[in-house]
């Protein structure tokens, strides 16, 4: 099965810089991905790490050590817009592609 | 990009009662869909994997005969929840991802919320 850990609840100021952890067990790896649900909304794809390091897009980088099954989200020049809710994900290649996703982390931007 | 589109957004209904909800792929061919259910401040639960032409796959604890899944095409799956009640009640959210595309990204429908009275 998957399992994956995060931090329940972030709090930063604007301008600032967050970094969520995620540390996971899959019995088959095949990426690790983060999504972003504001209040109420859908789930928004914004990044994947297949391979090892850095992958950066924009203002949020996110990084994946498949040795440490560890990745993290890194949310730079905090804005008041990125308060919300982040998950990281795993693919389950060997059961049709579903994903499952971590607990999430609430993230709350205070001016 | 890709676009999946969910319907209803919000429907209330009386317990004992029946709720459909529809996901299609508006732009491209999805011969497998994901339902999600999600509670307050929770996180996404996959209740069924939803596969073109064949019977959906539940996840361990998810009643089949009351979460009926059809995907009947291969750019719509409907989710019917029977005999509804109150611990129904939840925010629905059905997925599918392009293959055609690069991204590695899922999208989501906008969701259904769901409150049975």
């Known amino acids: 099965g998957q399992s994956l850990e995060q931090p329940s609840e972030v709090t930063a100021v604007e301008g600032a810089i967050v970094q969520i952890n995620c540390t996971y067990q899959?019995?088959?790896?095949?990426?690790l991905s983060w999504y972003q649900q504001h209040d109420g909304g859908a789930p928004t794809f914004l990044s994947y790490?297949?391979?090892?390091g850095l992958e950066e897009t924009g203002r949020f980088s996110s990084f994946l050590s498949r040795s440490d099954s560890y990745g993290y989200l890194l949310l730079q020049e905090l804005q008041m817009k990125d308060s919300a809710s982040y998950f990281c994900?795993?693919?389950?290649?060997?059961?049709?592609?579903?994903?499952?996703f971590g607990g999430g982390t609430r993230v709350l931007v205070k001016p | 990009g890709a676009v999946v589109s969910q319907h209803p957004s919000r429907v209330i209904c009386k317990s004992g009662t029946s709720v459909k909800i529809e996901c299609r792929s508006l732009?491209?061919?999805?011969?497998?869909m994901f339902w999600y259910r999600q509670f307050p401040k929770q996180s996404l639960m996959l209740m069924a994997t939803?596969?073109?032409?064949?019977?959906?796959?539940?996840e361990q604890g998810v009643e089949k005969d009351k979460f009926l899944i059809n995907h009947a095409s291969l750019t719509l799956s409907t989710l019917t929840v029977t005999s509804a009640h109150p611990e129904d009640s939840s925010f629905y959210i059905c997925?599918?991802?392009?293959?055609?595309?690069?991204?590695?990204?899922?999208?989501f429908g906008s969701g259904t919320r769901l409150t049975v009275v």
């Open positions: 732009d491209f061919q999805a011969t497998t």
């Open positions: 997925s599918a991802r392009d293959g055609r595309a690069l991204s590695y990204g899922y999208t």
């Open positions: 994900a795993v693919r389950d290649q060997a059961a049709g592609n579903k994903l499952t």
């Open positions: 899959t019995s088959g790896f095949y990426g």
């Open positions: 790490n297949g391979l090892d």
């Open positions: 939803s596969n073109e032409g064949s019977k959906a796959t539940y």
